[in-house]
C-alpha cells in the first residue's frame, strides 16, 4: 500500500473536509487523514488515476490541486512568509519570487489566483496587514512607525489599507485591542 496526500482547492470548512471525506471513503479509498486543503489516502498503486474523484470533487465545488502547483503555491507562500518574519520589503514582488518561479511571473500570478482564490499582491497585503495588527497589539510604536514596519509606503497608505480591509482603523484597533485585553 502506497500512501498518497492531495491537496484540494476550496476544503477549508469542517463541512467541506467532512464532504470531501465521504467522497473518497464512497470511492472506496482508504483514508488515512483529512484536514483543510489535504487529505492522506492509502492507495493499492503507486500511480493511481484520481480523475474521477476530481470529477466527483468538481460537483461539488471542490478540486484536486496538482502537485506541481502546490509546490509553486508552498513556495510562493514560504517566501512571502519569510519577507514579512525578516521584515523585509526592500524588493518588489516579482524579484522577490524569481528564484522559487521556474515559468515567468505573470504564470505564476495566475497559477496562484486560480488555486487561492486572492491575487499575489492582494495576498502579500494581508500579511503584511496582519503583521501591523500584531505591531499594534503587542508594541508602543506609532501608527507611522506600524505602517512603515508592516512595509506600507506611507500613513495615509496605510491607514486606508487598513481601514478598507478590517473596517476599522488602526488606532480605533489598538484602542479596542488593549481595551478587551484589560477586560480579560
Excluded: W
Excluded at 464532504?19 to 503507486?46: M, N, R, T, Y
Excluded at 508602543?140 to 481601514?163: C, H, M, S, V, W
Amino acid at each position: 500500500m502506497q500512501v498518497v496526500t492531495l491537496y484540494i482547492k476550496n476544503m477549508i470548512c469542517l463541512r467541506c473536509i467532512q464532504q470531501v471525506e465521504d467522497l473518497f471513503l464512497e470511492l472506496g479509498h482508504e483514508v488515512f487523514s483529512v484536514k483543510s486543503g489535504e487529505i492522506v489516502l492509502g492507495v493499492a498503486e503507486p500511480d493511481t488515476d484520481f480523475s474521477l474523484a476530481n470529477k466527483e470533487l468538481q460537483k461539488i465545488g471542490f478540486e484536486i490541486i496538482p502537485e506541481q502547483d502546490r509546490k509553486l503555491i508552498d513556495a510562493i507562500k514560504e517566501t512571502l512568509s519569510e519577507s514579512i518574519r525578516k521584515q523585509d520589503f526592500s524588493k518588489n514582488l516579482e524579484e522577490m519570487l524569481k528564484p522559487v518561479i521556474n515559468h515567468s511571473y505573470e504564470m505564476a500570478e495566475k497559477i496562484f489566483f486560480k488555486k487561492e482564490m486572492v491575487s499575489l499582491e492582494k495576498y502579500y497585503q494581508l500579511l503584511r496587514l496582519d503583521l501591523s495588527k500584531d505591531l499594534l497589539a503587542n508594541t508602543n510604536k506609532t501608527i507611522r512607525q506600524t505602517g512603515l514596519e508592516a512595509g506600507f509606503d506611507n500613513t495615509p497608505q496605510f491607514y486606508r489599507i487598513f481601514e478598507n480591509t478590517f473596517g476599522i482603523s488602526p488606532s480605533r484597533f489598538r484602542i479596542y485591542f488593549h481595551t478587551q485585553d484589560d477586560n480579560a
